[in-house]
């Protein structure tokens, strides 16, 4: 089929010049069918009722091929397989209830793209098309683009998405806000749809752009809306607070019409697909965060189309514009509890111990959607990460050394140290086992010093690579002393001397010398170091 420029040639050659078609196929280099088919159609056109309007149509409308007979040539039987897999996928994630997770027709292309493979987004649509079958035609609606000023107006929206933590299927709300000027997105994952989360989800946007935004828009949420008075929208204390601390305006969209927010009814189902459709298997609530913050990050640098190729100069717009950070709302409940027989307190079926010279006091907890804080008085006596599986036990070893140092006997039979590391519940059982004793009141030694059970196993590693045998309490805690580093004073240099840290250590060394010496039954060395 010939281009529209070549098919007005060859009538106009025919028409004015008058040559003949064997001419017309010399002169142009153009096959001698091509030219009869085209003056054919041109005879036809002239020959009809109204041949003005037919030789318009032939003059003017641009040459079709006919395709309906074409068949995709870079479809290979290995691409028709990624493809069926990743279909695959999407329907066994809409049967464990993660349809909103699923790959577009994009994302296969994308990742068929990522493996090597060479072929257009047209055949991917065209093959997934033919798959499908039994979907209605959506019908089309239009819209109406909105133009922001810079800094002017963040969306915020609520989405779900469900994720493999630790190998648990677990629902998370996915708390996302939208730049209406730059569509640069920030997105954070919590446990509820609630009031704490609603709060932290704010704050957190607040801090990582370090500024605030002019206005807020809220769809009818309710942790945003406490109340309708007269057909006007009464706002939550939550939000009232938020709003007079840092400066903001807000607004909320009209009941069912979440198109008044713009694309960010877009924002969170592309959030959401792009940080979880391909990876939902997590070891923890801050891994899932962490790759979601990473992929935030990744869409709002992306360029290389004409919708994203000013993005980051208007994500600056937009950070520049933004008001002053006031700094770290405090996004907590405080509650009051009573410390328990076991040194714990209780909060929603689930336990959270403290120092075990606190049972039977009064403490103040505050709450937060991812930890709790335990104080006591002005003391802050332990932190947790907050616990969402009723009947658990969220208890630490350091907070029953006291009890334990009088009763070591319960050590190893307690709850509490089945919970303690493995690499510490090992290092007892090659070096203390015998004494249960001398390993609490190593650990009791440690805490009041500042020392971790971290430090004690690194140590302990140490003492083994240079040849002890049989590690003793004195020789961990003459090691530690030896390894530990200076603190820095008030002009910023060390308050230790590297002169006498080198001479702390070499005291050290000599001092676990004679130590295991004297283990060893050396009665020469105990009369070199008569005070050990």
């Known amino acids: 089929m010939k281009t529209m420029v070549e098919r007005q040639s060859i009538i106009h050659i025919y028409r004015v010049c008058g040559y003949s078609k064997r001419r017309i196929s010399r002169e142009l280099h153009i096959s001698r ?225 979440g198109w008044e927010k713009g694309h960010v009814e877009r924002s969170v189902e592309y959030a959401r697909r792009k940080a979880f459709c391909l990876r939902e298997h997590f070891g923890d609530i801050r891994s899932a965060q962490d790759h979601l913050s990473q992929t935030c990050g990744q869409m709002n640098g992306e360029s290389g189309s004409l919708s994203t190729a000013d993005k980051s100069s208007h994500l600056e717009a937009d950070l520049a514009s933004l008001k002053p950070f006031p700094g770290n709302l405090g996004c907590f409940e405080a509650h009051e509890h009573t410390v328990d027989k076991w040194s714990t307190i209780s909060m929603k079926n689930v336990h ?33 990460q907050r616990s969402y599986r009723g009947g658990d036990w969220c208890i630490e070893l350091e907070h029953y050394l006291r009890t334990l140092s009088r009763k070591p006997g319960a050590l190893t039979h307690s709850v509490v140290w089945h919970k303690a590391p493995e690499e510490l519940r090992r290092l007892y059982e090659i070096h203390f086992k015998d004494d249960n004793r001398a390993f609490v009141l190593l650990l009791a030694y440690a805490g009041e010093k500042g020392f971790s059970e971290t430090d004690i196993i690194k140590t302990c590693k140490e003492l083994t690579g240079r040849g002890v045998r049989k590690i003793s309490p004195e020789q961990v805690k003459a090691m530690l002393h030896g390894n530990l580093q200076p603190d820095a004073g008030e002009d910023g240099q060390a308050s230790i001397l590297p002169g006498q840290q080198q001479k702390i250590e070499r005291e050290a060394e000599d001092t676990l010398e004679g130590i295991t010496a004297l283990m060893a039954g050396s009665s020469e060395m105990c009369n070199i170091i008569p005070n050990i």
């Open 33 to 257: 069918h091509t030219v009869d088919t085209i003056l054919s159609e041109y005879e036809a056109a002239i020959h009809k009722g109204n041949p003005e309007e037919a030789l318009s149509d032939l003059l003017t409308v641009e040459p079709k091929y006919d395709s309906s007979k074409r068949r995709p040539r870079r479809l290979t039987e290995d691409i028709k397989e990624e493809i069926d897999l990743c279909l695959k996928k999407n329907a066994s994630k809409a049967a464990m209830g993660l349809r909103k997770q699923r790959m577009l027709k994009k994302d296969i292309h994308l990742l068929l793209l990522s493996k090597g493979y060479r072929i257009s987004y047209a055949t991917v649509c065209s093959y997934i098309k033919k798959i499908e079958t039994g979907k209605e035609k959506k019908k089309s609606e239009a819209f109406i683009r909105l133009y922001y000023e810079p800094g002017g107006i963040v969306k915020f929206d609520w989405g779900e998405v469900l994720l493999f933590i630790d190998g648990v299927k677990t629902k998370f709300y996915l708390a996302v806000f939208t730049f209406g000027h730059s569509n640069g997105r920030h997105a954070y994952l919590f446990r509820h749809q609630n009031t704490l989360a609603f709060m932290e989800s704010h704050r957190n946007f607040f801090r990582d752009i370090h500024g605030v935004p002019a206005m807020m828009v809220y769809d009818n949420i309710r942790v945003a809306v406490k109340d309708f008075v007269g057909g006007e929208k009464k706002p939550t204390e939550s939000l009232m607070r938020m709003s007079g601390f840092y400066c903001f305006e807000y607004r909320f969209c009209n009941i069912r019409a």
């Open 352 to 384: 959270y111990s403290v120092p075990d010279r606190l049972v039977g006091e009064r403490v103040q907890v505050k709450v937060y959607s991812e930890k709790i804080v335990i104080l006591h008085g002005k003391e802050k006596v332990a932190a947790h």
